[in-house]
């Protein structure tokens, strides 16, 4: 049948293509892999063990085919494990077992099943010897037994302990970090891919049934993109989430992903501060009752030493670093070793370095196998024996491992590989997002400085947009959704993970100026006082669709005015109006002026305009005036009458 296959593959190669319609298209043979569907990892005791190997082997193998299992020498250390595991270096084979493939039986799906007897002592009859503990190269292979030539084959490993013995037990963590390209839309509106919920979906099944302490961060806007969602599937998906995460805690992070660096290099660390609130707002508010880790930040991205300061000013006492964010990090000692940052100031930053067991592997895995899960778990244990081998404490022992849950099949490697570790008797479980106490003698860890260009021409604008949001924002109503979209709009600004961040500020801040613009005064350009005492009417028109807050402020310098400035709320489509006290001594043509602005920040909301009041005082001055000269009269006339009367009664005669 190989021979038959082979030779089916050369006519395939020799033959001319023809421009021909077949019937049936012709089939290809491939390569043939070897697939590990499952095996035992940790052996504690002497066991039958299963193995389920992949059957879509049949043009390959023969009847009188061997299956072998050789067993090879103990892995000495990590390095030598990397180059057993990407194929570099072959180990001696210590013992092996064999067995034809005619008695090889088969599951119900067609996978090939073979029982093979591992014992924890001298070897005794058909089986393999592990007497000593460490973790085991095994070589399972399919030869034929006329040319001794191999078929295929494949390698993974054995996790060998005694559980008699006294074991080391090193805090391990299962760290999940969440992110992914923005579902917040310019406008305003999210839309979630099927990806995003294939990722949340095996999330939330990680969750439920690993019931370990686990290191989880989000992204924020994720969290946000389901809590809107109106579709059924998302709703359930996101309540679901929102009572695993109950109980358990959530590392804070900013709304959207934000790189310190940038930042730094930019002179926002205050920007970053407020970045990093506003995630802690957004997490409290959609997640009730759910823990929130304020005082560690999770890097993805280098950072270096103002972005420390950074971190270090917005309150961060730990920092767990990603692999993407350890190419220029240097320590004293093993990564996996708790360190302490160098160089900010007096304050001791813990610092956590996680592994990235999918990344370093050089062969890729066959589609469908677990042997990436095995690799990913004998070289924890491999890195764990190293670092207790060099005498360290196994409370100074900090080893994580990263979860991705963007694709499945590195995904479940890893998740599977968490779950056997967990099973093992040399880790114990923890959740890092909590605060470390390291102190002078902890090993250093240095950051050298960020070799990335970064763009600090739009640092001026951020500034710009930051005003204008939290003047803009004041006007709003406590339970206008605006005061939750804007600033996720100038997160997504500011966040590196949108290819055109300065779409989010303009469409931002174009939205903010329509508010204000939607505010005008429409009180006449005249008013007339009719007394020194009067009120002035100001007439103020809001014409959006929400009420709107705003600050009006007249001033003159010729009228004392009584409470001249005011916040008022102007209702939705409607014109409000002022009245404001106003004395004056004088009369004439007394010019006003009025400002509406936000009740925070004072960004004008209308420019400032000039009314006149006309002061008509002098009318009632001049009543006044006639009276007394009535007055003046009537006591002249009275003077004179009495005086005439008197000469007619003392007139003599002559």
Do not use: C
Request: without cysteine.
């Amino acid at each position: 049948m190989r021979l038959l296959a082979t030779g089916l593959i050369a006519l395939g190669v020799a033959s001319p293509s023809t421009n021909v319609q077949a019937a049936t298209p012709a089939v290809a043979l491939g390569i043939p892999e070897l697939k590990i569907v499952s095996q035992p990892f940790n052996v504690f005791t002497t066991v039958n063990a299963r193995f389920v190997l992949s059957a879509n082997l049949d043009t390959f193998i023969a009847e009188d085919d061997r299956l072998e299992f050789l067993l090879h020498r103990r892995v000495a250390s990590r390095d030598s494990f990397r180059s057993i595991a990407d194929g570099d270096v072959i180990p001696a084979v210590t013992d092996s077992v064999s067995f034809r493939m005619s008695r090889i039986s088969r599951d119900n799906a067609g996978n090939l099943i073979a029982v093979v007897p591992i014992i924890t002592s001298d070897k005794q009859g058909t089986s393999l010897s592990i007497p000593f503990d460490g973790v085991y190269p095994l070589t399972i292979r399919i030869v034929d037994p006329g040319t001794g030539d191999v078929v295929t084959s494949v390698i993974t490993f054995l996790n060998r302990r005694d559980t008699r013995l006294e074991t080391a037990v090193v805090p391990f963590s299962t760290v999940v970090s969440l992110t992914g390209p923005a579902s917040l839309l310019t406008d305003g509106t999210y839309v979630i891919t099927d990806s995003e919920r294939d990722s949340i979906t095996r999330l939330v099944a990680f969750l439920t049934t690993f019931r370990s302490p686990v290191t989880i961060s989000i992204q924020p806007e994720i969290i946000a993109s389901f809590a809107y969602s109106s579709l059924p599937g998302d709703v359930e998906l996101f309540t679901k989430l929102r009572d695993l995460l109950r109980g358990r805690t959530i590392v804070n992070s900013t709304f959207a992903p934000s790189n310190p660096s940038l930042f730094a290099a930019m002179n926002l660390s205050a920007e970053f501060v407020a970045q990093l609130k506003f995630g802690e707002k957004t997490l409290n508010r959609l997640l009730p009752g759910v823990t929130i880790q304020r005082q560690t930040w999770i890097a993805s991205d280098n950072v270096d030493a103002p972005a420390m300061s950074v971190l270090k000013s917005a309150g961060i006492t730990s920092v767990i670093l990603m692999p993407s964010a350890q190419a220029l990090v240097t320590s004293e000692r093993s990564l996996s070793l708790l360190g302490r940052a160098t160089k900010v100031g007096n304050e001791m930053i813990s610092v956590i370095s996680p592994l990235d067991g999918v990344t370093q592997i050089k062969n890729p895995q066959p589609e469908g196998s677990e042997r990436l899960t095995y690799k990913i778990a004998a070289e924890l244990l491999v890195e764990r024996d190293d670092l207790l081998a060099l005498e360290s404490a196994p409370t100074e022992i900090k080893m994580g491992i990263v979860a991705p849950f963007h694709d499945p099949a590195e995904s479940d490697a890893v998740v599977s590989a968490a779950r056997l570790l967990s099973q093992s008797s040399g880790f114990s479980m923890n959740d890092f997002g909590g605060t470390f106490v390291v102190n002078p003698i902890t090993p250093a860890v240095a950051f050298a400085k960020n070799s990335t260009s970064f763009d600090i021409s739009r640092t001026s604008s951020i500034r710009a947009t930051r005003r204008d949001l939290d003047a803009t924002l004041s006007m709003l109503g406590p339970d206008d959704l605006r005061r939750e979209t804007w600033p996720s709009l100038f997160s997504l600004g500011t966040s590196t993970i949108t290819d055109s961040p300065g779409e989010y500020i303009t469409s931002l801040r174009t939205t903010m100026r329509a508010t204000r613009d939607a505010v005008t005064v429409t009180t006449p350009e005249s008013v007339t006082l009719s007394s020194r005492t009067g009120a002035i009417r100001i007439q103020v028109r809001n014409d959006s669709d929400q009420d709107l807050t705003v600050r009006v402020r007249l001033t003159s310098a010729k009228l004392t005015l009584t409470d001249p400035t005011r916040i008022v709320v102007l209702t939705r489509g409607g014109t409000t109006e002022l009245n404001v006290s106003a004395t004056t001594r004088a009369s004439g043509e007394i010019p006003i002026s009025i400002r509406v602005s936000t009740p925070e920040g004072n960004q004008s909301v209308v420019d400032p305009i000039t009314i006149s009041a006309n002061v008509n005082a002098i009318a009632a001055y001049g009543q006044f005036v006639s009276a007394i000269l009535l007055l003046l009269l009537f006591a002249w006339w009275w003077s004179n009458r009495r005086s005439a009367r008197r000469e007619r009664l003392n007139a003599t005669t002559v």
